[in-house]
């Protein structure tokens, strides 16, 4: 005949489940918290057409307070351009259109520069380059003359390219040089800014759309005291 357990058994048998459900809670709720990685990547599809500035791509990840980043942004960019001269009895017109899209990346509002050899002179340790990188850039431009004095013909033109591109920025020691407090310690907000200047004369128009993109930011450990700095054409 099988034994009965006593009292104290089942108050052992309880104790147990209890604290498996516990455990089993606990770990539930540590998957669900979505903690920053400490490597990060983010990408979007979306077209973007933008006047004057815009966010391309945001992330946040934990980083150590000596740790390097290795960021590599690729993006599709396109300007169009659409020119129109001529026509109602001119002898001579012309039109120019011009854009450019660039980019740049901030580590908790902080731009990631290309060169760290570029600081202000009156002020130690002030970066002056902020990191921008020009994605793509078109200027066209047109001229007509009426050459038989009876007017010139009307003239439109319109073009429109996309390409990919894409660069490469390292960000040396992030937690000391750019990590904001605020947002909590050794947690960093990744922000890639894009940039469009434009200028046109008379009938034209100037255009830019950014459109698939992606950010991968690679944890990395440079070299003590590491430098990014213009190559030495004499040496």
């Known amino acids: 005949m099988a034994k009965r357990p006593s009292a104290r ?21 540590a998957v669900a918290t979505h903690e920053p ?7 979007a599809v979306s077209l973007i057409d933008f006047d004057r500035s815009a966010v391309l791509l945001e992330e946040t990840m ?55 050899f570029d600081q202000d002179p009156d002020e130690e340790g002030v970066q002056t380059d902020d990191g921008t990188v020009t994605f793509c ?17 009307e003239e439109a033109t319109y073009q429109r390219t996309k390409q990919a591109n894409g660069w490469q920025w390292l960000a040396l020691d992030v937690g000391n040089n750019y990590d904001d407090p605020e947002n909590g310690n050794n947690i960093v907000e990744i922000v890639v800014n894009g940039y469009y200047d434009t200028g046109t004369a008379g009938r034209a128009v100037a255009d830019a759309y950014v459109g698939q993109r992606i950010l991968i930011a690679e944890p990395t450990h440079a070299s003590v005291h590491e430098q990014i700095l213009p190559v030495d054409e004499n040496a």
């Open 9 to 29: 058994s089942m108050s052992s048998i309880v104790l147990v489940v209890l604290l498996g459900g516990v455990l089993v809670t606990q770990a539930l709720q």
């Open 137 to 153: 850039e078109r200027e066209e431009r047109r001229s007509i003359t009426d050459e038989e004095d009876d007017g010139t013909d």
């Open 62 to 116: 934990r980083v150590s307070s000596t740790q390097d980043l290795i960021l590599n942004l690729a993006a599709e960019c396109s300007i169009l351009t659409e020119l129109t001269t001529g026509g109602g009895g001119l002898t001579e017109d012309s039109a120019s259109a011009f854009g450019q899209v660039n980019m740049n990346i901030t580590i908790d509002g902080t731009p990631v520069p290309i060169s760290t």
């Open 37 to 43: 990685a400490n490597k990060a990547a983010a990408s």
